[in-house]
C-alpha cells in the first residue's frame, strides 16, 4: 500500500521530533493496531500498515531528508527511495516491542536455541576484620550441571535427539496472520529444534542435574557491605552449546565494636581524663594494625577530631587507604576516691564562676559528624 497522508500526522509527531520520539510513536501504534490484538479488524490491520510504512521513512535519515523536501515525490518510486509498504521494516520490530517482539514473530530473524545458564547469587558474611585485609573462603554453591551420563543432551546413551517434526529444527512455527508471517517458539521442542526420543535414565532427559559445587573465592581488602564478586561461568549450565551463567557473591561486612565506617575512612570515640585534656599528654589509639600515640595539646576541648592518615580501611581498587578520626571526650568517673573528692573539691574552688551558654539548636553541631570533619581537615 502507498498512503497519501502526512506521514507526521500518522505518527502523531511533530515534524522538529528526534529518532526516540519517532520510534516510541510508532511502537504505540504497532502495539496498538496490530492484527493479534485486533482479529478480523481490517480497519486496524489498515492502520497498522500505514505506520510502518511511515515509520520505514522517518526512522531513516535520507529517506526523512527527501520526504521534507519533496513529500511522497521525494520517497517514491520516482524518487529512487520507494516507500510503500516494506516487509523489511519489521526486521528490527523485536527491537522496538521489546518482549512483545517475541510473541509477535518479529525477531529480526533469529532462530530458537539452546539458552545461556542462568546467573546464580550468594550472600557472603565476613568480619570487619577480614575485610580489612582480604580473605580468601571456600563457598558451595547448589547449582545445575551439564549430565556427566548424558553429556547435557538429555538422551539415553548410544542414542542422540531426533530434529522435531513439527519445527523441522527450526525451532520456531510459522503460519500466516493477514499479510504477516508470524513466528512463534515450537511447543513441541521449546525451541531447541530437537526432541529426546529415548531420554537419559540419570537427568530424565532434562540434560542437567543438580550438584553441590566447591568454589575458592578471593576476597579483595577494602571491600564493603552490599559490594559484589563477579564469578564468570560459576552459575548455571546452559543447554547444549549454550554458555554458562555467572555467578555473583554479595558480600555483608560484620560492624567492629570499636570503628564506624565511611567508606575507606574509620571513625572512633576515645574517653580522655580531664587532667590530661586540660594538661597535655599522650594517648594510645587503636588502628587496624597496631596502637599509635596521639598528643594531645595543652587547653584541648572535648569532641575535638584528631586525623590519622592513611591508617584507615585499604581502598578495594588498590588506590592507598583511608584515614582514621579520632574523637576525644571527656572520661568522667563513675566512683572516686575519697582523696580524689577532696581533690576534685579542691580544684573547683580554685575555678573562676563562668556562665556557660549553651550551644544554639542551628550550628554546626546539627550537621552529621563526618561532615563536620571533612569541612575541617579539607
Same mark, same amino acid.
Given at each position: ?15 522538529? $521530533? ?18 493479534? +490484538? ?12 500505514? $505506520? ?11 529517506? /526523512? ?25 519489521? $526486521? ?33 558474611? @565476613? ?66 529444534? /530437537? ?8 537427568? #530424565?532427559?532434562?540434560?542437567? @542435574?543438580?550438584?553441590? +559445587? ?22 548455571? #549450565? ?12 554479595? %558480600? ?41 600515640? @596521639?598528643?594531645?595539646?595543652? =587547653? ?8 590519622? /592518615? =592513611? ?20 572520661? %568522667? ?33 546539627? +550537621?552529621?559528624?563526618?561532615? /563536620? ?6
Amino acid at each position: 500500500m502507498t498512503t497519501t497522508r502526512d506521514y507526521y500526522e500518522i505518527l502523531g509527531v511533530p515534524r522538529d $521530533a528526534d529518532d526516540a520520539t519517532v520510534k516510541s510513536a510508532y511502537r504505540k501504534m504497532a502495539l496498538k493496531h496490530h492484527p493479534d +490484538r485486533n482479529p478480523g479488524d481490517q480497519k486496524a490491520e489498515e492502520q497498522f500498515k500505514e $505506520a510502518a510504512e511511515a515509520y520505514a521513512v522517518l526512522a531513516d535519515r535520507e529517506k /526523512r531528508a527527501r520526504y521534507d523536501r519533496f513529500g511522497h515525490a521525494g520517497v517514491g518510486s520516482a524518487g529512487g527511495g520507494g516507500a510503500g509498504y516494506d516487509p523489511t521494516i519489521f $526486521a528490527d520490530f523485536g527491537d522496538i516491542l521489546g518482549g512483545l517482539g517475541d510473541l509477535f514473530g518479529f525477531s529480526g530473524g533469529r532462530r530458537g536455541g539452546p539458552r545461556r545458564g542462568a546467573d546464580l547469587r550468594y550472600d557472603l558474611e @565476613i568480619t570487619f576484620a577480614e575485610a580489612a585485609t582480604g580473605t580468601e573462603t571456600t563457598l558451595q554453591i547448589p547449582r545445575e550441571e551439564s549430565c556427566d551420563t548424558c553429556g547435557g543432551s538429555g538422551s539415553a546413551p548410544g542414542s542422540t535427539p531426533e530434529k522435531c517434526g513439527q519445527c523441522q529444527g527450526r525451532g520456531q512455527v510459522r503460519f500466516q496472520q493477514g499479510f504477516l508471517t508470524v513466528a512463534r517458539t515450537c511447543p513441541a521442542c521449546g525451541g531447541i529444534g /530437537r526432541v529426546i526420543a529415548k531420554p537419559c535414565q540419570s537427568c #530424565h532427559g532434562h540434560g542437567k @542435574i543438580g550438584q553441590e +559445587r566447591k568454589l575458592t573465592v578471593k576476597i579483595p581488602a577494602g571491600i564493603g557491605t552490599a559490594q559484589r564478586l563477579r564469578l564468570t561461568a560459576e552459575g548455571e #549450565h546452559g543447554g547444549p552449546g549454550a554458555p554458562p551463567g555467572d555467578l555473583y557473591v554479595v %558480600v555483608h561486612v560484620g560492624d567492629h565494636p570499636f570503628f564506624q565506617r565511611d567508606g575507606d575512612d574509620l571513625l572512633c570515640d576515645m574517653p580522655v581524663t580531664f587532667p590530661t585534656l586540660a594538661l597535655g599528654g599522650e594517648i594510645e589509639v587503636p588502628t587496624l594494625t597496631d596502637p599509635t600515640t @596521639i598528643q594531645i595539646p595543652t =587547653g584541648t576541648q572535648a569532641d575535638t577530631r584528631f586525623r590519622l /592518615r =592513611g591508617k584507615g580501611m585499604p581502598n578495594v581498587n588498590g588506590r592507598g587507604h583511608g584515614d582514621i578520626y579520632v574523637r576525644v571526650q571527656v572520661a %568522667v568517673p563513675t566512683k572516686l576516691s575519697r582523696e580524689q573528692k577532696t581533690l576534685l573539691q579542691e580544684l573547683g574552688a580554685t575555678m573562676p564562676n563562668q556562665v556557660l551558654e549553651p550551644v544554639p539548636a542551628d550550628t554546626d553541631e546539627e +550537621r552529621p559528624f563526618f561532615d /563536620r570533619v571533612k569541612d575541617i581537615f579539607g
